[in-house]
């Protein structure tokens, strides 16, 4: 069973700046898109970053280009989220995701529907105070 775990939320000052990591276990596929979403009660989950790892390919959604930063640690197993010059907006929920590409060398239009994403974390917590 493939486990991703989370780590990292907490709370900021806006304008702040915070690291979320994710670490993944037992995905034994070559390839992966991996992302990082995030939800707000009673709103849809949104794709934030992702990661193709053939390449290290990197995609945002625009609310984030420019302030945040996807990357990873391919010995460690692990993704990370670099965020910063935070805003309240950014509060929420924030989960880590994974799945095998299903669109040939991309990851856009996963990142772009939490459903084509296959295996979740638990989420953390980001709460961005004015």
């Known amino acids: 069973q493939v486990e991703l775990v989370e780590s990292g939320g907490g709370s900021v000052q806006a304008g702040g700046s915070l690291r979320l990591s994710c670490t993944i276990s037992?995905?034994?596929?070559?390839?992966?898109?991996m992302g990082w979403f995030r939800q707000v009660p009673g709103k849809e989950r949104e794709g934030v970053a992702a990661?193709?790892?053939?390449?290290?390919?990197?995609y945002y959604a625009d609310s984030v280009k420019g302030r945040y930063t996807i990357s990873r640690d391919n010995a460690k197993n692990t993704v990370y989220l670099q965020m910063n010059s935070l805003k309240p907006e950014d509060t929420a929920m924030y989960y880590c995701?994974?799945?095998?590409?299903?669109?040939?060398?991309?990851?856009?239009?996963?990142?772009?529907?939490?459903?084509?994403?296959?295996?979740w974390g638990q989420g953390t917590q980001v709460t961005v105070s004015s």
């Open positions: 990661i193709y790892t053939d390449d290290d390919s990197t």
């Open positions: 995701a994974a799945s095998r590409p299903k669109y040939g060398s991309s990851c856009y239009f996963q990142l772009m529907d939490e459903l084509d994403m296959t295996y």
């Open positions: 037992r995905y034994t596929y070559s390839s992966a898109c």
